[in-house]
């Protein structure tokens, strides 16, 4: 079964512009997370989906694939979808070109549910609220699950409520990624679902599909995922590369 990783990127960030060239100790951003990508062994290909030349540019630059898409997208989700329909493949994994610290594994566990159950649609990646600040944090997504491991809601805001958690102390607080695995039908399916009000209001494009009544796996992971929304991450990014084992492995691609 084939499975391809397209990693979405654009330049016009409000929170961050032009973070996808920023460099990270003499690379660019997406480039770091183009190669960490490009080594998951379940990966048949990856491209990098952009509305920006300067974007392609860089990565066929360094011998990687890209394909323009529109400009118009307000999800990313959208914009994978977009580039999806010019590849054959069975399953899409959406990568975030924010991640400059992706690791392999994390992107085999998302991609393993969906090779063992054929009726799963889709998976969405988790891991653990880290602290107070992190769980207070609009700029990180909070999701809670079902029994089944199925998404219920995603909110900016603490959930579940932060006053109430001590008394059931099997539920824990989860944070999404960011990071998403599709069977092709589906996400044409999801991108012609029209936008719903509480993923405009969160601004978080996997309220679409729950909001229609489809189901998403939570897949959960203790490996750290490290996101840069904004330019104070960067040191901390540059930081935790230096000590990366996986750095040193595609430098040389």
Not at 94 to 109: C, F, K, R, T
């Given at each position: 079964?084939?499975?391809?990783a397209i990693?979405?990127?654009?330049?016009?960030s409000?929170?961050?512009p032009?973070?996808?060239?920023?460099?990270?100790?003499?690379?660019s951003m997406i480039?770091?997370?183009?190669?960490r990508?490009t080594?998951?062994?379940?990966?048949?290909?990856v491209?990098v989906?952009?509305?920006?030349?300067?974007?392609?540019?860089?990565?066929?630059?360094?011998?990687?694939?890209a394909?323009?898409?529109?400009?118009?997208?307000?999800?990313?989700v959208?914009r994978?979808?977009?580039a999806?329909l010019?590849?054959e493949?069975?399953?899409?994994l959406?990568?975030?070109?924010?991640?400059?610290?992706?690791?392999?594994?994390?992107?085999?566990?998302l991609?393993?549910?969906l090779?063992?159950e054929?009726?799963?649609?889709c998976a969405?990646?988790?891991?653990?609220?880290e602290?107070?600040?992190?769980?207070?944090?609009?700029?990180?997504?909070?999701?809670v699950?079902?029994?089944s491991g199925n998404a219920?809601?995603y909110?900016r805001?603490p959930i579940?409520?932060f006053n109430?958690?001590?008394?059931?102390?099997?539920?824990?607080r989860?944070?999404?990624?960011?990071?998403?695995a599709?069977?092709?039908?589906?996400?044409i399916?999801?991108?012609n679902?029209?936008r719903?009000?509480?993923?405009?209001?969160?601004?978080?494009?996997?309220l679409?599909?729950?909001?229609h009544?489809?189901?998403?796996?939570?897949?959960?992971?203790?490996?750290?995922?490290?996101?840069v929304?904004?330019?104070g991450?960067m040191?901390k990014?540059?930081e935790?590369?230096?000590?990366?084992?996986i750095?040193?492995?595609?430098?040389?691609?």
């Open positions: 079964m084939k499975v391809i990693i979405p990127a654009r330049m016009a409000s929170r961050f032009g973070k996808p060239l920023k460099p990270i100790l003499g690379l480039e770091h997370v183009r190669r990508v080594l998951c062994s379940m990966l048949d290909d491209i989906a952009t509305c920006d030349k300067e974007i392609a540019d860089e990565v066929e630059r360094y011998g990687g694939k394909t323009m898409t529109s400009g118009s997208h307000e999800s990313c959208d994978v979808a977009e999806a010019r590849f493949a069975k399953i899409i959406n990568v975030q070109g924010d991640m400059p610290l992706i690791l392999p594994e994390v992107l085999e566990s991609v393993t549910p090779l063992q054929e009726d799963l649609l969405d990646m988790m891991g653990p609220v602290d107070e600040a992190e769980f207070q944090n609009i700029n990180v997504v909070k999701v699950q079902d029994m219920i809601y909110s805001e579940p409520s109430m958690i001590a008394s059931e102390p099997k539920v824990s989860y944070k999404q990624f960011g990071i998403n599709f069977r092709r039908s589906f996400l399916t999801f991108t679902l029209p719903s009000p509480l993923e405009r209001i969160e601004s978080v494009d996997m679409r599909p729950l909001e009544g489809y189901k998403i796996r939570m897949v959960s992971t203790q490996y750290p995922v490290v996101g929304d904004l330019p991450d040191e990014a540059e935790m590369m230096k000590k990366d084992a750095y040193p492995q595609y430098m040389d691609i």
